[in-house]
């Protein structure tokens, strides 16, 4: 008898094997199917979350899908012939059958067996019977074992758990706040935390060392398949360290929830740099199960007479470039599709796309070939390493534009399903300071105000050209899995000259930073400690153990992608007492 099991039950349905033959045994769970046999006897798949046992039971019972039974019966083998293999209990079944219902159930508002076709919003209003899905049921003890080994690994490397409150004021991580009104202030509303940020780093101030926990973040984005309002993190920040012992600290972390989920622990992570990542694979996260990678041109056309190849006068912050992707076998597709391919690449911002099939005899045919010399387009096949039956596609823009486009376009020719090419684990180090610059001029900081900027590049924070600035590297890195963004972290500054000459040229004055961060800023007064960290969303790296690619699979009680839940129908309207009590009075609704 397995530990666990109470009074009503011996044994779980699933684990009854043929060492068990001739045992009494007791199993509870829901009516999976029944099946008649013979005029007086009925098969009852009887299911726990275990699995399913058969048990031959009196046809006269009234016995219908999703009832709560218990079978009481003698363990034997099926008739020779009859087993099935493809039922880890197929080769028994119980016989001489005392069936008691323990509650009768509605007939369930959809198959529990097939998923396909079933509509989610159907399964999230009955979440509670999609639960009990064997999918579900793997997903949701996944998840629970991915928790499990993520505390073991930071225990173990010194950190310890602290929680840090839901009812705050706002974090800086750059989404919208979801925003709480108070009751007793009324006017005024606490944010629900982005992430712990602020309140990790004053636990470094406050001389805790190792901080972590697995904490709930709320932003309010637009939802996507990796992305929900709520999510959880495995928040963590160190003291007296610096970028190698956090990489290091995650890397064990995330390789133990591997080994515990798939048996095996993953090779040590690799590194590539922000820009390196961009060049090759046109992202900062780049999905590294398949090739295709990006090959630099712009020098076979540094004097070319195509027009959309040279480089235009004004080149910007970014500079020009010319690449292209090898799309092996791709000259199979059709003019449509190409059309397809080029429409997709204007709607990424793209001016066009060049397409070039390469030919039995190496010949390129493309729209653009006769505006093309000889030795280009010899140069930009051997290049690309072209081979017959191959499809070219090249994009002349501004760099990052031309990173973005076939990047993209990459994934969309090449990415393999969420389950298949291993799992290609990925730092991604030396992020720029700043993504871009804003309409005010000031450039927009690519992870959050308190990145430490990169050692070799603090004197180029002085300097007065976008483009320089643009260039200057930070202390942050990221954690990608085959191409999914899991998590980010930085050093964060700790020295208040290089945080004020931050936030100047983020165009935060004194006011603003005091009214935004002042608290942090203050305890940074008292004595903080140098000090770095991370934090990566725990729902994708269960999706990605699980071979899920929507995080909804891996979540007991998701949102919809609009952001309501069919189940309990949140968001709702309040009773109107309730807004004059926070002092709320809500806008007529638009017709
Ligand atoms: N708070 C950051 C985030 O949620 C992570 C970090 O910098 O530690 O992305």
Redesign the pocket.
Known sequence: MTSGHSNLRTDYCGELRADDVGRSVSVCGWVHRRREHGEHLAFLDVRDHTGIVQCVVDGAHDLRSEYVVRVSGTVRRRPEGTENSALPTGDVELGDCHVEVLNTAEPPPFPLDERSDVDEVIRLRHRYVDLRTERMQRNLRIRARVNSALRSAMERQGFVEIETPMLIASTP?GARDFVVPSRLSPGEFYALPQ?P?LFKQMCMVGGVDRYFQIAR?LRDEDLRADRQFEFM?L?AEAAFVGQEEVLHVISEAVADATEAIRGERPAEFRRITWHEAQERFGSDKPDTRFGMELVELTDIFARTEFNAFKAPTDVGAHGFAVKGVRVPGGASKTRRQLDELTERAKQWGAKGLVWMKVEGDRSLTSPVAKFLSDREQTVLAETLAAEVGDLLLVVADDRHRVWHVLGLLRLELGRPPVHEGGLEYLWVVDFPLFEGVGEDGSPIPA??AFTMPHDDDVAMLDSDDPATLLRVRSQAYDLVLNGWEL????VRIHDSAVQTKIFGLLGIDADEAHARFGFLLDAFRFGAPPHA???FGIDRLVALLAGEDNIREVIAFPKTQKGTDPLTKAPTGIDPRHLEELGLRPFPKKQ
């Not at 998590?487 to 930085?490: L, N, P, V």
């Open positions: 991580e992430s940020q973040c993190q928040d992870h959050h998590g980010s972290g930085s960290g991370f934090a």
